[in-house]
């Protein structure tokens, strides 16, 4: 009985300790060109800064907003990122199914290098501007990738 409860209770802490834990979150975003004959520009863009967000932030109450200190929105911009060039969507042609499948391989590989530099990919999301009708023939398609590790 002895051993049982100090089992239970060494789980217990283990528990408690792995909720504890805190993690350390990074965001890819890849972006598609949806321009005719491929002249449109294609990336997956990694940021290298870090910013922190609350210099960034005002709070309003009473319709009233708070001081935020001496940070210009321009501050915000990042200086150090990566960019891995993409395929774009169409071609002369049109849709060309041979750049969907290089960007799938290309955007693969940097989820497996982040997976071994031990992210964990927790979270897709993904957006698109695509042709609003006659005459309109632009627009992109968004992916944000969110991974998280431990710190």
Known sequence: MKKLLFIAVIAFVFVLESQAQTFKYKVITSVESIVPMGIGRSRLIEQQDTINA??????????????????????????????????????????????????????????????????????????VESDSGKGDRNGIYITRYIFKRAN
């Not at 290089?102 to 927790?122: C, M, R, Y």
């Open 54 to 127: 609350e210099e960034f932030t005002t709070e309003r109450t009473d319709g009233k907003k708070s001081k935020q200190g001496d940070v210009k929105r321009s501050d915000a911009k990042v200086d150090k990122f990566s960019e891995t060039k993409l395929l774009n969507f169409y071609s002369m042609t049109g849709i060309n199914f041979q750049n969907i499948a290089s960007n799938d391989a290309l955007t693969s590989s940097k989820i497996n290098q982040l997976s071994a530099d031990g992210w964990e990919l927790v979270f897709v999301t993904s957006g």
